[in-house]
C-alpha cells in the first residue's frame, strides 16, 4: 500500500513526501488506514525503529481542527529527549498544515515558560507524565477538548515509575476520545493500563517484519574482561567511518569509558542520569550533527534516541535483561541502511549470547578481535579513499604549486607518497606494533582449567610464569626484573605477580596476555653485560631449583 491509498490529507502527503518517506512501513500500513477509518481504540506493539511516531502521528495531525486553538491531542512519552523528538517529528509532518502549534511539556526546564507556552494556546502537547501531571494539578492546562490521548512507549513509562501519574492523568481527560498505546512489548501492567482505560481496543503488531533488525548483522568478540576497554578501541579502529553507541550498564561504567576514550583521543562523550538537562541536549547535539563519533550510553538515557545512519550499535557489556538487546540492536540498520550490533563478552558470557539468540531468533556471528595489522591496513585504505575522494580547491592551491613541486623535486613519487602515509600513520603504526591478540578464545579456555599451574592473580588475570637467567648471582633485585620486564609493549599497564630470586636466576609472574612480548623483549636484552635468556614455564619453582641441573629449557648452565 502506499501513503497515497490511505485517505491522508494533501497537506500531510506534501509533508510525508517532503520527509522522503516512500512507502508506509508495516505498523504504519496497519494503523493508519484504521485510524482513517474507524473510530476505535489502538494497541500498538512494535519495536523501535518500526516508525510508529509516523504511524499515530499522520493521522492524528490530520485530526485537528486548526480553527479552534486548544489542546486536542495529548502525546505522553517517557523522557524528555523522546517528547522533543516526537514534536520535532510533527512539525514535519504538519509542516504543510497552516496554523499548527505544536508544545512540549517535560521536567528539568522552567514550568512557567511551558504554562506560559500553553496559555497562548496550542493544539498538540507532547508531555511527559510527571511533569503534565504537576501541570494539570496546577490547573494550568484546559484538556476537556482533547480527542486524542497517545501513550507512547507504554512499558517504559511503566518501568519508569509513572504509573501514578498516568492514572491521574487518564482520569482527567474526557471520557470521548480515541487513545492509542504503543509498546515495544505487552507486559502485565502495559495490558493492565489498557484493560482500564481503554474501549475495545483494537490490537495491531508488526514486531516480525521491522526491517530494521533484518538490516542489522549481529557480532560478537570474545575477551577477557579486563580487554574490553582495549577491544572496544579495536573496533573503533578498524571502522574509520564508525558513527555509533557504545552501551554500558551503570553510569559510572559510561563516564569512565568516555573519559578514557577522550583521553585517547577519540570523538567520544557520555550520555546518562548524572548529567543536567541542558548538558544532555548539548551531547545529543554534538552526537546528532556528527561531532561526536561515538556516544558512551546507558540503556535509559539512549531510550528513544533516534538517530539515523547509525553504523554501530557496541554492547560494552551485555544488557541484563535480553530484551533490552533488541532496543539497542535497534538503533542501528534503519531507514535501509545496513548496521552493526558488536557485543564484547568474556568467556563466561558464551550462554548469554544462546539466550538472546533465541529471543531475537538471529544468529551471532564470531569474530576475532582486529589485531595491529588489520586495523592499520583499514586505516591506510580509509585514508587513501578519503584522499581520492577530497575535493581541491584550485584557485586556493595554485599559487602555492610551483614553490611545493619546487620544493619536493628531487624527491622520487614514492618516496613523497611514502612519507605523506607515514607523516599520517607513525602514531598508529607504533602503537599497533606488537600489539597483543586480545582474543580469548576456546582453545585457552580449555589450557586455563585442564592447566593446573596456570595462575590467577588477585584481580582474577590469567597469570604465566617467565624465568630468567639472572639471579642473585648476579646481585639482581626485585626492582631490577620490574624494570626488565616494564620495557615489553604492553607491559606498563600489565599486572606483575610475585617475584622469585634464586641464585643464578629468578621468576616473575607476568599477565598471560603479554607473556610473548616479554619474552621477546628481554632475550633482545643485555643487562649487566649478561645477555639476558628468558622462557616461560609454569612447572619450575625455587624448591626445586638445587635438584635441577639445567635451567630454563634451552638455557645450558654448570652445575653449581
Ligand atoms: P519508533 O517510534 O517505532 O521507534 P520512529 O517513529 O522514531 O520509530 O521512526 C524511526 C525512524 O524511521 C525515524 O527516523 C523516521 O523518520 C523513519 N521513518 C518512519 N517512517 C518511515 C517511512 N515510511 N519511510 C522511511 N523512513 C521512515
Ligand atoms: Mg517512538
Do not use: W
Amino acid at each position: 500500500m502506499l501513503f497515497t491509498e490511505m485517505g491522508l490529507s494533501p497537506a500531510i502527503l506534501r509533508g510525508i513526501e517532503a520527509l522522503k518517506f516512500e512507502e508506509p512501513t508495516p505498523i504504519q500500513e496497519k494503523v493508519i488506514p484504521v485510524l482513517k477509518h474507524k473510530s476505535c481504540d489502538i494497541i500498538g506493539v512494535a519495536q523501535t525503529g518500526t516508525g510508529k511516531t509516523a504511524a499515530f502521528g499522520l493521522p492524528a495531525i490530520e485530526a485537528i481542527n486548526t480553527g479552534v486553538l486548544h489542546p486536542q491531542l495529548l502525546i505522553l512519552s517517557p523522557t524528555r529527549e523522546l517528547c522533543m523528538q516526537i514534536a520535532a517529528d510533527l512539525e514535519k509532518y504538519g509542516r504543510y498544515v497552516s496554523g499548527l502549534k505544536i508544545a512540549t511539556v517535560y521536567g528539568g526546564a522552567s514550568i512557567e515558560n511551558q504554562i506560559k507556552l500553553l496559555k497562548q494556546g496550542v493544539h498538540v502537547v507532547v508531555a511527559t507524565p510527571g511533569r503534565i501531571h504537576d501541570v494539570i494539578r496546577r490547573g494550568r492546562i484546559n484538556l476537556s477538548g482533547i480527542t486524542t490521548l497517545v501513550l507512547d512507549e507504554a512499558d517504559e513509562m511503566l518501568k519508569m515509575g509513572f504509573r501514578e501519574d498516568l492514572d491521574a492523568i487518564l482520569s482527567r481527560t474526557p471520557e470521548k476520545k480515541k487513545t492509542m498505546l504503543f509498546s515495544a512489548t505487552m507486559p502485565p501492567s502495559v495490558a493492565a493500563i489498557a484493560g482500564s482505560y481503554m474501549r475495545d481496543p483494537v490490537e495491531i503488531t508488526a514486531g516480525k517484519k521491522n526491517e530494521s533488525t533484518q538490516n542489522v548483522s549481529h557480532v560478537y568478540h570474545m575477551v577477557h574482561a579486563r580487554d574490553r576497554y582495549n577491544t572496544l578501541k579495536r573496533v573503533a579502529d578498524y571502522y574509520p567511518e564508525i558513527y555509533g553507541i557504545v552501551f554500558c550498564r551503570t553510569r559510572q561504567e559510561t563516564k569512565d569509558v568516555a573519559a578514557r576514550l577522550m583521553h585517547d583521543g577519540y570523538n567520544a562523550e557520555a550520555l546518562h542520569g548524572d548529567l543536567s538537562q541542558s548538558q544532555r541536549d548539548h551531547v545529543m547535539e554534538k552526537f546528532r550533527s556528527g561531532n561526536i563519533s561515538l556516544l558512551v550510553a546507558t540503556d535509559v538515557a539512549a531510550r528513544g534516541i533516534d538517530v539515523n545512519s547509525l553504523t554501530h550499535v557496541i554492547n560494552y557489556n551485555l544488557p541484563d535483561d535480553i530484551e533490552a538487546y533488541t532496543h539497542r540492536s535497534g538503533r542501528t540498520g534503519r531507514a535501509g541502511k545496513k548496521g552493526i550490533s558488536v557485543s564484547i563478552i568474556n568467556l563466561k558470557e558464551q550462554g548469554k549470547i544462546a539466550q538472546i539468540e533465541k529471543f531475537i531468533r538471529k544468529k551471532f556471528e564470531y569474530r576475532r578481535v582486529p589485531g595491529g595489522s588489520d586495523i592499520c591496513e583499514r586505516q591506510f585504505f580509509s585514508m587513501l579513499e578519503r584522499m581520492r575522494n577530497s575535493d581541491v580547491d584550485n584557485k586556493q592551491i595554485n599559487p602555492y604549486m610551483d614553490k611545493v613541486c619546487s620544493m619536493l623535486e628531487d624527491m622520487p613519487k614514492e618516496e613523497i607518497v611514502k612519507r605523506f602515509v607515514s607523516l599520517e600513520f607513525n602514531r598508529f603504526l607504533e602503537y599497533y606494533k606488537e600489539a597483543p591478540d586480545l582474543n580469548a578464545d576456546r582453545k585457552e579456555r580449555r589450557k586455563s582449567t585442564s592447566s593446573s599451574q596456570a595462575q590467577k592473580s588477585k584481580n582474577g588475570s590469567e597469570m604465566a610464569r617467565v624465568l630468567l637467567n639472572v639471579g642473585k648471582g648476579k646481585k639482581v633485585t626485585n626492582r631490577d626484573v620490574i624494570d626488565l620486564i616494564v620495557r615489553a609493549p604492553g607491559a606498563r599497564n600489565a599486572e606483575i605477580g610475585k617475584i622469585e630470586i634464586y641464585r643464578r636466576a629468578s621468576s616473575v609472574e607476568v599477565e598471560a596476555r603479554i607473556v610473548k612480548n616479554v619474552i621477546r623483549e628481554l632475550n633482545r636484552t643485555i643487562y649487566k653485560g649478561i645477555r639476558i635468556e628468558a622462557e616461560e614455564n609454569y612447572e619450575f619453582s625455587g624448591n626445586d631449583y638445587r635438584d635441577r641441573h639445567k635451567g630454563p629449557r634451552g638455557i645450558k648452565r654448570k652445575v653449581s
